[in-house]
């Protein structure tokens, strides 16, 4: 299975440009899975929670990103995870979507938001749902989702063989933290970071890069630099984050001691 | 607070010697909380059960090992935390204990057995105590209970502040794993590892060095070579564990989601 990530830095306030430049960098490239980042379609910060209730869009695929998106992952016969504004009619999820030719296949709302996020988003309700694409089955996280182990933990408990991170990093520590949440869940995990900058809200942001694909013992596969637009796919069998054994002696599920946590 | 590690070589199946190695090393040494490895008075390979019997003492302090530990804890007005193997009516634990000069504060029996532990040690019944030393709370961790997130977790929740990890590692990932540990939680930590090697239940083993102590960022204060005898401490301030926020808008505490878990 060939899986991947695309690192770029979003035009703020604009889907179609996203659009475009997530097509054209995709074009002619094969893949089965590849995530974007958190929030691809918008940016990152907003000082009028308004202009980015304009960028919003329902999580039925029926917007402007989302169905492009969907267009996208038809003619790559692929599956495509970003991170979106949803529009929900209690009020807008920092949200990320995984889309096929059939249209949207699971949205999972951000979890655990990050600082001035709060602002603008309602902190998430959806759990952490597991879906199947092509009998591998997937789970998705967002960005600070990664400092909490409950989260990659109920995603690998059901089921899930990739952790799929689309994410807009500020903070150093993640990248090295999701060897870990590879390593202790025995998964696959891709992070999808974004590069650039962004004013606003009272802070000026630089966004960190350094997108990973990482294998169920924790090692890359793939990086991508600090501040370089990067599309990386390696070819992976995912059936590898089915075998829980670590080492001779010991299997990460059966050997957890539920009760006594 | 004066914490700190001493990573040696336990001379195997001689607690009195290795209380003798302890107790010299210690001397003129100021500190608050010293870690030592786990099965510092046993070692670790036995082909025989029946030897590692005779090595056990109980957990109320009577024994050799643990006896010597309560005398040199009274005589440095500290903590002192270590491995050891319990003898208990129902059979042999892999535990650690805390000791100062009024005997035995906790014993914590290792709850995630690693590979041919499996085959001496009965799996650990104590859940992870946490317990009081002068006002600061600690927490205590065995080896290969770093791979389960839920172990420091429950630990930290309970408010321990310092997590005391006595080990007899042989794997490459736990130094790297305790970052994530220390940072998630935002609490020190302690690694004690051994070196040394051991032939044993069909295996030879190299324990791998690299002690450490972390601050609740996950910033090493203080780290042994990979073969070295090496005694360690640092100055901290452990009411810093107890500060959860994370950056300027988030709490590691508060903003957990225990309902999606």
């Avoid at 063989?161 to 994410?167: D, K, N, S, T, V």
């Avoid at 390696?234 to 299997?251: C, E, Q, S, T, Y």
């Amino acid at each position: 299975m060939k899986i991947g990530f695309f690192q770029f830095s979003p035009c703020h306030g604009n889907a179609l440009e996203n659009l475009k430049l997530i097509s054209a960098a995709l074009d002619q490239t094969q893949f089965d899975l590849l995530v974007l980042p958190e929030l691809a379609s918008t940016g990152y910060l907003f000082d009028d929670p308004m202009e980015l209730q304009a960028l919003s869009e329902p999580a039925d695929g029926s917007g402007v990103f989302l169905g492009g998106l969907i267009t996208l992952a038809a003619r790559h016969k692929a599956c495509l995870i970003s991170g979106f504004c949803e529009h929900a009619p209690e009020g807008l999820y920092n949200s990320a979507a995984a889309v096929d030719s059939s249209g949207v296949l699971c949205v999972y709302r951000k979890t655990h938001l990050f600082n001035t996020e709060k602002a603008l988003f309602l902190p998430g309700n959806s759990g952490f749902p597991v879906f199947t694409f092509r009998q591998v089955r997937l789970g998705m996280l967002i960005c600070f989702d990664w400092v909490f182990p409950e989260a990659a933990r109920a995603l690998a408990l059901k089921g899930a063989q990739i952790l799929c991170h689309p994410a807009n990093l500020v903070l150093p520590w993640c990248q090295s933290a999701m060897v870990t949440r590879s390593l202790e869940n025995a998964v696959f995990s891709i992070t999808a970071n974004r590069i650039g900058q962004e004013t606003g809200q009272g802070q000026s942001l630089v966004f960190t890069g350094r997108s990973q694909i990482l294998t169920p013992k924790g090692d890359i596969l793939a990086q991508a630099g600090v501040n370089e637009q990067a599309l990386r796919i390696v070819d992976i069998n995912p059936m590898l984050a089915l075998d829980k054994r670590f080492g001779a002696g010991n299997d990460l599920w059966a050997d957890r001691r539920p009760e006594h946590y």
